[in-house]
């Protein structure tokens, strides 16, 4: 199946009440492995990558021409949205020229009148070429490739405006954190969430920081209209992990354990496993069958 914007994705999730999960890639690796686990389970699956990320991987065109080039030579059947993870607006109109089927376009550092400006004129061009838009209000605490968020909560107001530009996800704060919560974290807030949903009605809102939420929190913020849950730090967590175990071991001592591709398939494989968690838990398993 070639790429898919996450319009229908979401709808589907939403009238089913679970979350589709959207993991961060860093390589082919990383791509490989969630792919394979997706297809694997028959579930949805959103790629996200950050700017940082497409940097990292030389840019937009080579990201999207490789996640293509792996769904049909992997012959991955499950629906695959390739999304840029708070991108911002020159990102965002780059992503969209190079193929990625969905945008999130993060004005939430703007004042709400520049925000609803820009979200605008991204949705209009993700409109010709199919794609589909995220956007954000408020801030989510935590840091990501540098930008620092409070933990704030979302104005409901705020968010209604933005929702009603014609984007297809809305993220807002609810107390969420991006990387590893601290040990004081408050929790959700699902008072906010609420509020959120009340007025934006039937918008599909996304949980940014998905990593280390517990899982009776993921339930619930699924049962009050979450329908995207972002997963990033764990997945690099369980990479690090598994290949400082490998190497601790002194097995890239042994044999050609030097070779990367031994030496990268423990950090793979526990990719593997943490993306079946994230997606047993969001409820995902098998609605792509
Ligand atoms: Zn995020």
């Known amino acids: 199946m070639p790429l898919v914007n996450a319009k229908e994705m979401m709808e589907k999730a939403r009238e089913g009440h679970y979350a589709v999960g959207a993991f961060n890639i860093n390589n082919l690796e990383w791509t490989k492995a969630i792919l394979q686990t997706a297809q694997e389970l028959k579930a949805p699956v959103m790629l996200g990558v950050s700017e940082g990320a497409n940097k990292y991987m030389t840019g937009y065109k080579v990201v999207a021409e490789m996640v293509k080039a792996m769904i049909e030579t992997l012959n991955i059947t499950v629906p695959v949205a390739l999304h840029l993870d708070h991108g911002t607006y020159e990102g965002a109109q780059k992503a969209l020229e190079a193929g990625y089927s969905s945008v999130m376009f993060d004005g939430s550092h703007y004042d709400i009148e520049e925000n609803i400006q820009k979200t605008k004129e991204i949705v209009a061009l993700a409109k010709k070429k199919g794609a589909t838009v995220e956007a954000e209000v408020g801030s989510i605490g935590g840091e990501e490739d540098g930008v620092t ?3 704030e909560v979302a104005d409901p107001k705020q968010c209604k405006m933005i929702a009603d530009l014609g984007i297809d996800m809305l993220a807002a704060g609810i107390g969420n954190i991006h990387g590893q919560y601290p040990a004081n974290w408050q929790g959700l807030d699902f008072d906010a969430l609420e509020k959120i949903k009340a007025t934006c009605g039937n918008m599909p809102l996304v ?29 690099q967590l369980y990479f690090a992990e598994a290949t400082r175990k490998y190497i601790e071991a002194g097995k890239d001592k042994e044999k050609k354990g030097y070779d990367p591709r031994k030496l990268l398939a423990p950090g793979t494989e526990a990719i593997k496993e943490i993306v079946k968690i994230k997606m047993e838990m969001f409820g995902c398993v098998g609605k792509a069958e």
């Open 149 to 151: 968020g409070r933990g």
């Open 207 to 235: 949980l940014h920081g998905g990593t280390g939420i517990p899982e009776d929190m993921i339930k619930k913020a699924i049962s009050l209209g979450v329908c995207k849950i972002n997963v990033n730090t764990e997945c």
